[in-house]
């Protein structure tokens, strides 16, 4: 795959290979190895979005989510030093969110019953359905209903802009993991959208 | 090169060039591949349409600084045993430290009246035992009520009284010893610090784990009844008596060894902290209130 290390990006702003650190990430790192306060704020500024995002995916929930990314800020900077810089700042602050956001979602029972890959029985109505343009509905439907793991994967790759190396580095899983994970949810999202579309008829 | 995977890279927009006018070439005749794009730009377009609607929080960096400058476990944990002496301080009645002070003053003033350091050796323990049989249980403690209402543990409650009143008491006795180099060469400091610090150790253990169990004034009755037996003379309670002397002997040999007062004086203060909390305890202090 040497195709997933080239890096245009999605949604990112620079436009760098991925295995380059800007300029302003060693500034950051090294800010924080320094023990200035600024450096959680700027980089809070520059990557909170996209952190609590990716928390908010994983745990579905706003308060838990704004509990991971403070929790991850405050593991980013207790670890600083361990950061070697041999991938992209991203791609090691989302796999602080992901540990971190897992460890919340095991340690909250109710997750585990949301969780759960169920297809959602509750369809809409053809009175919502007249609302909710049904195209949408059926990808959200579908996302809700995969595992959060499942949903990491997508989230990583489509709104995070990650290769499928760096997604595997954040999920601490081999790549291998990654693709059959993918196949997964390609699968499980064709099943959620044939039911809709038998539905609608 | 994987069609499955191609195509999720190329919806997600991480081909190159090359790749990417390849690809597409291929999908203008691949059926499979053209469905499959659809169904991933949806959920490329769902994904990125909701999260760029996720406001972030505002306040987290400065939330996430405070955490990271709060003082660690240690510095906290002084924190609170500091709160906890202080606390603990403002209860112990403001008698007890004047009191055993002003006994100190006198029995010092006796010892250097008389130029013997025995007054203080027989005295010294004997305050230190009085004042721990005051420090816990309903009789004594005008807020029982409220310090078994506080989440704090029993025990840590009379581990913190002990270690005050402890305190005070050690450094009263010391600062009577150094009024004591008067009458004593200074390289019998020492031994001499020890001589009352011992029997001071268990004396006080002795009370305070009698008066968790059978009360203040029986505990003290008892603890100053066997720290006295030890001065008693048995022959002049009358040859009756002579047959007991080898036992007094061994048991005035305990008090003099510090060894053994310490260890079995650290002993009876786990049993009495145990104690604290024991149904037993807790009944005796019902009783009384
Ligand atoms: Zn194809």
Redesign the interface.
């Known amino acids: 795959?040497q195709?997933?290390d080239?890096?245009?990006?999605?949604?990112s702003q620079e436009t760098q290979p991925a295995m380059t650190q800007p300029t302003d990430d060693l500034d950051l790192i090294h800010r924080m190895q320094a023990g200035d306060?600024d450096a959680?704020?700027d980089?809070?500024?520059q990557y909170?979005?996209r952190?609590?995002?990716y928390a908010?995916?994983l745990t579905d929930d706003p308060a838990t989510a704004?509990d991971v990314?403070?929790?991850t800020?405050?593991t980013a900077?207790?670890t600083a030093n361990k950061f070697r810089g041999d991938g992209r700042l991203i791609a090691w602050l989302l796999g602080i969110v992901h540990h971190t956001a897992m460890k919340a979602i095991r340690s909250t029972p109710q997750f585990l019953d949301e969780a759960e890959e169920t297809i959602p029985e509750n369809l809409p109505t053809p009175e919502e359905q007249a609302q909710v343009k049904e195209?949408?509905r059926w990808?959200?439907d579908g996302?809700q209903s995969l595992s959060p793991e499942h949903r990491a994967v997508?989230?990583l790759?489509?709104?995070q802009?990650l290769?499928?190396n760096e997604a595997a580095d954040v999920l601490k899983c081999p790549i291998g993991t990654v693709?059959s994970r993918?196949?997964y949810a390609?699968q499980h999202?064709?099943g959620v959208?044939s039911r809709t579309e038998e539905n609608w008829r | 090169m994987n069609h499955e995977e191609q195509i999720i890279l190329y919806a997600a927009n991480q081909l190159d060039e090359q790749a990417r006018a390849d690809f597409e070439k291929h999908l203008t005749d691949c059926a499979d591949c053209q469905a499959d794009l659809l169904l991933w730009r949806s959920v490329a377009d769902e994904i990125n349409a909701s999260d760029s609607l996720v406001p972030a929080p505002a306040q987290l960096a400065d939330s996430a600084l405070e955490v990271i400058h709060q003082p660690n476990k240690l510095a906290r944990a002084l924190r609170s045993t500091g709160q906890l002496l202080r606390m603990q301080m403002l209860i112990i009645h403001n008698e007890l430290w004047v009191g055993s002070a002003a006994l100190m003053v006198i029995f010092l003033a006796m010892a250097l009246l008389v130029e013997r350091v025995e007054v203080l050796y027989f005295f010294a323990p004997m305050i230190a035992a009085g004042t721990v049989t005051l420090i816990y249980g309903s009789e004594n403690d005008p807020a029982a009520e409220l310090t078994f209402a506080t989440p704090i543990s029993p025990w840590k409650v009379l581990l913190a009284r002990l270690t005050l009143v402890s305190a005070y008491n050690v450094l009263l006795a010391g600062c009577a010893t150094l009024a004591l180099l008067l009458i004593i060469p200074p390289q019998a400091l020492g031994e001499f610090v020890l001589g009352w610090l011992a029997p001071m150790t268990f004396l006080s253990a002795l009370a305070l784990m009698l008066s968790l169990w059978i009360g203040t004034s029986n505990a003290l009755f008892i603890a100053y009844l066997l720290w006295s037996a030890q001065y008693a003379s048995l022959i002049s309670f009358g040859e009756w008596f002579a047959f007991a002397s080898p036992w007094l002997e061994t048991y005035r040999q305990f008090w003099k060894n510090p060894a053994m007062l310490f260890i079995f004086g650290f002993a009876l203060i786990v049993f009495a902290l145990w104690s604290s909390g024991r149904d037993q305890v807790q009944w005796r202090r019902s009783i009384a209130m």
């Open positions: 795959m195709t997933a080239l890096a245009i990006h999605w949604n306060d959680v704020r980089l809070y500024a909170g979005h952190l609590y995002a908010l995916r704004e990314t403070q929790n800020l405050v900077w207790r195209e949408k990808v959200r996302l997508l989230e790759i489509f709104y802009g290769s499928l693709k993918l196949s390609r999202l064709r959208l």
